[in-house]
Each structure stands twice: as C-alpha cells, then as structure tokens.
C-alpha cells in the first residue's frame, strides 16, 4: 500500500514563506498509476479542505483563497510533490495534507503550518 509523508511545516509571521513536501512510497505498481497530487488543509474545527489539485496533463486547480500565493510542484521521479506557500496569512494555519490522485483512502500525518499576525 501507499505511504505518504509530508514535511516542512512550521512557524511564520504574517507574509511569511513555507514550503511543503510530501514523498509517496510504497509498491511500484502503486507509483505508476499516481496519476495527479493535491494537497488539503484542515484548520482547528473546520472541515479539511481541497488547496490544489493537479491531475496529469492539466492545469493546476487552486482554491481562490490561495490562488497566485500557492504554487504546486512535482518530481515524479522522486514520487514528490511540493506546495509553496508565499505570503502567508493566520488564515493559513492548519494542518496541511497530500494525496495522490486517483484519492487514496488514507492520509499521511499532516504538516503543521502556523502563522501568527
């Protein structure tokens, strides 16, 4: 089965830099058929929430609220995907998650993101 693991989160003030990594590891097969990364976010008593998706052959979809702050970028040789996050914002802070795309049904542990005012 597919692991995933984020890393590079922590703490900034406002307008701030962060940038995220997830790895995906697991069976070869599994790798191959990785067809697209997303990443999510939840914040304390809020829903998780969809950031960006990035399906093969297409444009990134980023939510509005990050739209020319966020930047996704992979290494598909490295099975890696990194979010950018420039000017960050307190309404920013939340524990950010990957997942591939078709979604797998399990998550990896979150990156916590912090920006305080």
């Known amino acids: 089965q597919l692991r995933l693991v984020e890393s590079g989160g922590g703490s900034v003030q406002a307008g701030g830099s962060l940038r995220l990594s997830c790895s995906a590891s697991?069976?070869?097969?599994?790798?191959?058929?990785?067809?697209?990364w997303a990443w999510y976010r939840q914040a304390p008593g809020a829903q998780r929430e969809q950031v960006v998706l990035?399906?093969?052959?297409?444009?990134?979809r980023y939510a509005d609220v990050v739209k020319g702050r966020f930047t996704i970028s992979e290494d598909r040789a490295k099975n890696t995907v990194d979010l950018q996050m420039n000017n960050l914002q307190p309404e920013d802070t939340a524990v950010y998650y990957c997942?591939?795309?078709?979604?797998?049904?399990?998550w990896g542990q979150g990156a916590q993101v912090t920006v305080s005012s």
């Open positions: 990035w399906i093969n052959e297409r444009s990134p």
């Open positions: 997942n591939i795309w078709p979604p797998a049904s399990f």
């Open positions: 697991g069976p070869s097969e599994s790798l191959l058929s990785i067809a697209g």
